[in-house]
């Protein structure tokens, strides 16, 4: 008699968790020593070529436009090519975009141009959709788990990048110092992408490890998930006509902008308000830490307990963090503050892909973000230099804070109110 499973086996151990290794470090370099890097190497440019914080800041909302606008390119390559490729292509822009803000940028235009339009093709080509598409093609069962451990590395890179680049540009006196020890990490992560299996059906695996044919594979079926899973895939059209999708997006511009907002004028607001530099560091390193802290226990209870009261939770928890952030003068309070709402930032960006995929179909996924992406990011780029020209404006933050703060607290509603999605049939077909 025919054995249940006549498919080739592969000899190799289940290969998802390398991948989750490999995404881990991949984004522990490049986002964490780059992204995250920028609000410790951006103060110092401004300060050293007395540039202005609203000028200056629009490269960084230029690359939030250019990284919207690339990930429907971003989800083509990675239908045609796979991440592995995609990965490593957005890495090599990103290694160039690095070595011209290095070695060309003087004026606050070039800076434009660079960041804006060079960095923030590499970041829509090296970010989220890859990791995401990935761990949603080799994981189900634990597929908020995973996403969350992925997402933590950019975190845990950030709180390492931080000190360590602020006391390389203080040893050598000069910006262009961090910069190249970022270049460095990324070197790295362009060896790390090689190592990368697109789809288990590569290597002649399943997701989770489980032979769908097996009893075990039956048995994971035939259980119930403890959280909503649409049973259906469905078109952009039918995702578009739910209330669900423009919820999602309120909640995704607040998070983001927010986040941004403190990692680009976080530093700039603290020194204002008279902490030192060294406290200003440890103070945007606890905002980052907390991020990374907050990733893995987001995604672990996204398995077990409906996202949309966790995510309100969460948005609830943020208010409280930011509010309390903009009105502290003390380190203590700061620390405290800033902390609680990284977790909650970090939190939230674990949870962000499961919530797309529960509720619309995991093959949907990445056909869903190329478009979903596009709209949100062009909101979430008047974060920095909107709050650049209301500090030239007003001579501090406190009306940055308090928008931030209204859109938090309408994201909490608007979490409590994301009840999933009923599905209806697309009649055209």
């Not at 620390?335 to 619309?360: E, H, Q, V, W």
């Amino acid at each position: 008699m025919e054995a249940v499973t006549s498919a080739p086996v592969s000899p190799r151990k289940f290969y998802g968790w390398n991948n989750a290794a490999l995404i881990f470090f991949i984004q522990f370099a490049a986002s964490g020593f780059v992204f995250f890097a920028y609000s410790v190497i951006f103060p110092e440019m401004v300060s050293t070529m007395n540039w202005n914080r609203g000028d200056a800041s629009i490269a960084h909302s230029l690359g939030f436009v250019m990284l919207g606008l690339s990930y429907p390119v971003t989800a083509w390559l990675i239908g045609k090519r796979g991440v592995r490729f995609t990965f490593t292509l957005g890495l090599s822009v990103m290694l160039v975009g690095l070595l011209m803000v290095t070695f060309l940028v003087s004026e606050v235009w070039h800076w434009t141009m660079v960041w804006g339009l060079v960095m923030g093709v590499s970041f829509g080509l090296t970010g989220p959709i890859c990791g995401h598409t990935l761990i949603i093609n080799w994981f189900n069962i634990r597929r908020a788990t995973v996403l969350g451990i992925i997402v933590t590395g950019s975190a845990v890179g950030g709180f390492v990048a931080q000190p360590l680049i602020a006391r390389v540009m203080a040893h050598f006196g000069s910006w262009q110092s961090g910069w190249m020890t970022s270049m460095i990490a990324l070197v790295g992560a362009l060896v790390i992408a090689q190592f990368l299996i697109n789809k288990p059906e590569d290597i002649a695996q399943h997701p989770d490890g489980i032979d769908p044919r097996s009893q075990q594979g039956l048995d994971s079926r035939n259980a119930k998930p403890r959280t909503y899973r649409s049973a259906q895939d469905w078109t952009l059209r039918q995702v578009f006509k739910t209330r669900s999708i423009f919820l999602m997006m309120l909640i995704a511009v607040t998070y983001l902008a927010v986040g941004t907002f403190l990692l680009t004028h976080g530093a700039l607001h603290l020194s204002d308000i008279g902490i030192s530099s060294l406290d200003t560091a440890t103070l945007v390193g606890i905002f980052i830490f907390g991020s990374g802290a907050g990733r893995i226990p987001a995604g672990m209870l996204g398995d077990r307990i409906e996202l949309r009261w966790l995510i309100a939770a969460i948005m609830g928890m943020m208010l409280i963090g930011f509010v309390t952030f903009g009105a502290s003068t003390s380190f203590p309070m700061l620390a405290i503050s800033g902390f609680i709402t990284g977790c909650c930032y970090g939190g939230k960006f674990a949870l962000a892909p499961a919530m797309i995929s529960n509720y619309f179909g995991e093959k949907s996924f990445p056909m869903i973000n190329s478009v979903y992406a596009p709209l949100l990011l062009p909101f979430v780029a008047m974060a920095p230099a909107g709050a650049g020209y209301l500090f030239e404006a007003y001579g501090n933050y406190d009306l940055a804070f308090l928008i931030g703060s209204v859109l938090i607290g309408l994201s909490t509603l608007a979490a409590a109110a994301l009840k999933p999605p009923v599905f209806k049939p697309d009649p055209a077909g």
